[in-house]
């Protein structure tokens, strides 16, 4: 009897642990978004938000945003049906994220992402 409850005791924690972890993965991203590596030592961040997503560019230790008045980007979308479609993205009020908003929902197979900072384009893709 007591070998089934150290043994139910510790798959249970087991699996809690698993669990948490991949609760935990986007939030150990700066801003809770999904982080792909890009060129340069540079990573972009990907948050969707309600009817807009954002794009953090960050540094190559994935915490740290960088600030600049002057990002510039684009994004192209991939569309379920193999359309593509390409947009400007704004910079945001606090000069951390280029965003876009939708006006229109989307089926979106995948991102591409091109941002400009000091007359480098870093590209990646989301899928």
Do not use: C, W
Not at 20 to 45: K, M, Q, R, W
Not at 113 to 118: A, C, G, L, T
Request: hydrophobic residues 40%.
């Amino acid at each position: 009897m007591k070998m089934k409850n150290v043994l139910f005791n510790s798959l249970l924690i087991f699996f809690i642990g698993i669990s948490t972890s991949f609760i935990l993965h986007g939030d150990e991203t700066p801003h809770g978004g999904i982080v792909v590596h890009a060129i340069n030592g540079y990573n972009i961040e990907k948050v969707k938000g309600i009817k807009r997503i954002f794009f953090y560019l960050l540094s190559n230790d994935e915490k740290t945003t960088i600030r600049d008045k002057k990002l510039t980007g684009t994004v192209e979308f991939i569309l379920n049906n193999g359309a593509k479609e390409k947009h400007n993205l704004v910079l945001s009020k606090d000069e951390q994220a280029l965003k876009f908003i939708f006006k229109e929902k989307k089926k979106i197979k995948a991102y591409i992402v091109h941002i400009q900072y000091k007359k480098k384009i870093i590209t990646t893709k989301f899928n």
